[in-house]
């Protein structure tokens, strides 16, 4: 067969090996997850949410989704489709990182996706632009223990995702 050739600078490489050092760094750190009768809790407050709302519930996938990113992972990664209930599984999940005691942020590439990811989980968020901004000024807002929540993480570049995970990484935070 004939061997494909790829061009790439030496900038982006860079950025790649970062993130996959720093992603990896982060799935293998634990930070002992958020306790069983704190995410019990928070499922039994939503479920009567729901109950009282429409009838409804969580779902078997949203339930196994909250104990994997409440778990003691520091990175952990949600996919759904629009519509299939990921900031319902966030508004859970807020809800029992707040009774152990954990600082959450939010952040989305623009400003609106960020306000939508408030406005649905209730997690106060902010661009990761003006997150990056913060640090390069000295400023930190997110501490060793904080959760930082990046919705539409897919829709980053890979040198802003390579700067902010390894940036995470080296504060402590999940």
């Given amino acids: ?10 900038d982006y490489l860079t950025a790649e090996n970062t993130l996959q050092s720093a992603a990896s760094a982060l799935s293998a750190r634990t930070s002992g997850g958020v306790r069983a009768t704190s995410i019990q809790s928070a499922i039994q407050q939503q479920d009567t949410e729901m109950r009282q709302r429409f009838g409804g ?3 078997d996938e949203q339930r ?8 003691s992972s520091d990175l952990s990664c949600v996919v759904g489709l629009a519509g299939s209930g990921k900031s319902t599984l ?4 807020n809800a ?22 408030r ?4 997690i106060a968020s902010r661009t990761l632009a003006s997150i990056e901004a913060s640090w390069e000024n000295g400023y930190n ?10 919705d539409e993480a897919g829709m980053l570049g890979t040198r802003q995702l390579a ?9 402590g935070a999940k």
Wanted: no cysteine; proline share 1%; aromatic share 2%.
């Fill in 90 to 93: 966030l508004k859970t999940a």
């Fill in 163 to 171: 700067r902010v995970t390894a940036k995470l990484h080296s504060i």
């Fill in 141 to 150: 807002p997110i501490a060793a223990g904080d959760v930082l929540v990046v």
């Fill in 96 to 117: 029992a990182w707040a009774q152990q005691g954990v600082n959450v942020h939010g952040a989305a590439l623009a400003g609106k996706a960020a306000e939508e990811l």
């Fill in 64 to 71: 196994i989704a909250l104990h994997r990113i409440l778990g």
């Fill in 119 to 122: 406005s649905a989980s209730g």
């Fill in 57 to 59: 519930q969580l779902s």
């Fill in 1 to 10: 067969g004939q061997e494909k050739v790829a061009y790439s600078t030496k």
